[in-house]
């Protein structure tokens, strides 16, 4: 350090400052760029990244962020424990311990209670969580904004729409999700092209969602109350997000949406590495930021218009699960695996909340979930004009 | 003397308005190339068109030779090192972190971190003189230091060019001399470095050649001290002033105001 700070000083020694000799050489073969700046120039090269560690395998590396993987472990102890408690909990109540019996060896004389009727609601109470906290941490990173979510967006107002429209019109009850999926995945696309122009630039991308998310709140207004009362009802309810009278064939249907989205979340987690820079230093990267934005957003409109599509507008999840891993861990974007354990603790612990609180009359999740995120909001403008 | 970057008539601008209108014009490899002109003459403009970062309408860009809008961005991003003009801090972002992301156009999903990158940031770190602030979140840096910071990113992609955009902006006087010394010691290491710069006593003083644009064109091209005269200045940017020679290195130095009374308003100096 000493000599370079000399170096420093006097502009005629710059030169023997710092002697790369290698450098030139290696640069012109385009071949051996890959090498590196200057191997041996530097004595001590930083092993790992500060605060990441690396996992190595030959010529295999994975790099992650330290704290994000504490804070996942710890979300998923969170949620391991509110799934033990969503199926301890109920009118009949079974000890933690009996609950883990069942689940693991059965033939005790809770199955039928643990494993037919709470289980299915719990389990898609999971993947429909994980769906709206990737779908969350996805809009966010390539919005660069922490209050975009698909429930500002318009994709879950599109989803509520289609299914506003299928049920006032009276449409078989199995017509409502993939209705309500297509009208997800319309309004998404609808956001993408009015979001288009210079790129799809962040900012632009997060208005034009806004604005399609308002015009559909009107058109479902209008669509209600043009409605008969019953199906105007029905419809209400469904908007509200609820996991009530719901369980396998609705978790199958998002999780076969998650597992087939699984090589995209794969890429998507290395793509998001460049997402918090602006397009320029991005581009300058070698990314495509506009390409990416694309796809890392397709993404998550499908993953929230499917979780939508089966449970409803659980509104705030995708919100607020992608900011509080992303609080916890420090990092500078949410985490995706953070993010989707977040997500499904909080849609957990929102309808376990929503089932005993006011027990026997039970609250939809999307009410709990709503009441959670209203002060998370204000949280969000307190700590904002306190910085 | 070889071109690192060469224009061929290129016609560029953005949606509503055509700001370089046919510019041809040549970076030399391993020199310290300055571009200056007044506000809005279209220098970010040439050297976002010279970074990948602008497509041109029409004419093309060369990286050595090859159409450099047509070479895959990846291999761009290990050939062209970019610093634009107010990059955005990720909030939270570490100094290390933010360098290590130089390394991107080098990993792929199975080498997320590989010893040539443990390397190449701990060199950027140094060369940058940041390596003392490598666990310090980089919002908590002065401009200074941040400045630094960018210049670290970019040199830790390892790139045989490099393309800053204004560096010196927002940095007081002394900063400004820090970055462009390891600017300049970044060139003598064999890089070829590009600067677009507001300063004419700097640019005299750092460029091996200058660029000057005035209206999107380039109206002169060369070595500081062949082509930075009173007629170049008044030409491109409407001042009248004396070039004296510069009492520390002999590069011409630009003295605003040839004697007239009339009050001369460039770029925050005031002189009558």
Redesign the interface.
């Known amino acids: ?1 000493s000599a ?1 700070s000399a ?2 000083r006097s ?1 005629a020694a ?2 023997e ?2 002697a ?1 000799s290698a ?2 050489a290696a ?1 012109r073969s ?1 071949a051996a ?7 041996g ?2 004595p ?9 560690l ?1 996992g190595r395998a030959g ?5 992650v962020h330290r704290r994000a993987l504490l804070v996942a472990a710890a979300l998923g102890a969170v949620l391991a424990a509110a799934v033990v408690a969503s199926l301890s909990f109920g009118e009949v109540t079974v000890a933690p311990g009996a609950v883990v019996r069942v689940l693991v060896t059965g033939g005790t004389e809770y199955d039928l209670i643990v494993r037919e009727l709470r289980l299915p609601r719990t389990l898609l109470a999971v993947v429909a969580g994980t769906a709206f906290g990737l779908a969350g941490a996805l809009v966010q990173s390539v919005s ?1 904004n922490p209050l975009a979510s698909p429930d500002v967006i318009g994709i879950t107002q599109g989803a509520g729409l289609a299914a506003t429209v299928a049920l006032a019109g009276g449409a078989a009850a199995a017509l409502v999700a993939p209705s309500a999926l297509a009208g997800g995945l319309l309004a998404a696309a609808a956001v993408f092209a009015l979001g288009s122009r210079h790129g799809l630039a962040a900012q632009r991308f997060v208005l034009a969602g806004v604005g399609v998310s308002f015009a559909l709140r009107a058109l479902i207004e209008i669509v209600l109350v043009s409605a008969d009362a019953i199906d105007a009802q029905r419809a209400q309810i469904w908007l509200i997000g609820s996991l009530n009278g719901r369980g396998w064939t609705e978790s199958a249907g998002v999780g076969v949406v998650l597992v087939a989205a699984l090589p995209a979340l ?2 998507a987690a ?1 793509a998001l ?2 997402t ?3 397009d ?2 991005a ?6 930021p506009a390409a990416r934005r694309l796809g890392l957003g397709a993404v998550g409109a499908v993953l929230a218009a499917a979780a939508t599509a089966q449970v409803g507008a659980v509104d705030f999840v995708a919100l607020v699960a992608p900011q509080v891993a992303r609080r916890l861990a ?4 949410p985490p995706l695996v953070g993010a989707a354990l977040a997500g499904a603790a909080l849609v957990v612990l929102a309808d376990l909340a929503g089932r005993r609180l006011l027990a026997p009359v039970q609250l939809p999740a999307g009410v709990l979930t709503a009441a959670i995120g209203g002060p998370y909001l204000v949280y969000l403008l307190v700590k904002g004009r306190r910085s | 003397m070889t071109a690192a970057l060469t224009t061929v008539d290129i016609i560029a601008g953005y949606e509503d308005r055509t700001v370089l209108n046919g510019l041809s014009v040549e970076v030399p490899t391993g020199r310290f190339t300055v571009v200056i002109g007044p506000n809005a003459c279209g220098k970010s403009t040439l050297l ?1 068109t010279l ?3 602008l497509r041109p309408r029409a004419g093309t860009v060369l990286l050595d030779g090859a159409d450099l809008h047509r070479l895959p ?12 003009q107010s ?2 801090v ?5 100094v ?2 933010l360098v ?3 390394r ?3 990993q792929r ?19 940058a ?1 940041v ?1 003392d602030l ?2 310090r979140p980089v919002e908590a840096l002065s401009g200074g230091q941040r400045q630094r910071v960018w210049i670290a990113m ?2 830790a ?2 790139t ?1 060019v490099l393309l800053l955009d204004e560096p010196t902006t927002y940095l007081d006087l002394a900063h400004q001399i ?1 970055v462009l ?1 390891l600017l ?2 970044l060139q ?3 890089r070829t470095v590009i600067a677009v710069l507001h300063d004419l006593n700097q640019a005299a003083r750092y460029a091996d050649h200058v660029i000057a644009m005035r209206d999107g064109a380039v109206v002169a091209a060369g070595p500081p001290g062949e082509i930075l005269t009173a007629a170049l200045v008044r030409d491109v940017f409407g001042l009248d002033c004396v070039v004296v020679p510069c009492p520390v290195t002999g590069a011409p130095l630009v003295v605003p105001g040839a004697g007239q009374p009339q009050p001369v308003i460039d770029e925050g100096v005031i002189s009558a």
């Open positions: 350090m370079r170096a420093k502009p710059a030169n400052g710092v790369v450098r030139s640069k385009p760029a890959n090498d590196g700046l200057a191997v120039a530097d001590e090269p930083i092993a790992t990244l500060p605060g990441h690396v010529p295999v590396s994975v790099l660069r794969a890429w290395r590495r460049t918090a820079l602006d320029d230093t581009r300058g990267l070698g990314a495509r420090g990092t500078e974007r | 976002r970074a990948r970062l961005p990846r291999e761009v991003a290990t050939r062209l090192g970019v610093l634009p990059p955005l990720p909030e939270g972002v570490t290390a972190e290590a992301r130089g991107s156009p080098y999903w199975w080498r997320q971190w590989s010893s040539a990158d443990a390397q190449a940031v701990a060199t950027a770190l140094r060369l003189d390596a490598a666990e970019a040199l992609q390892d045989e820090e010394d300049r010691r003598r290491d064999g």
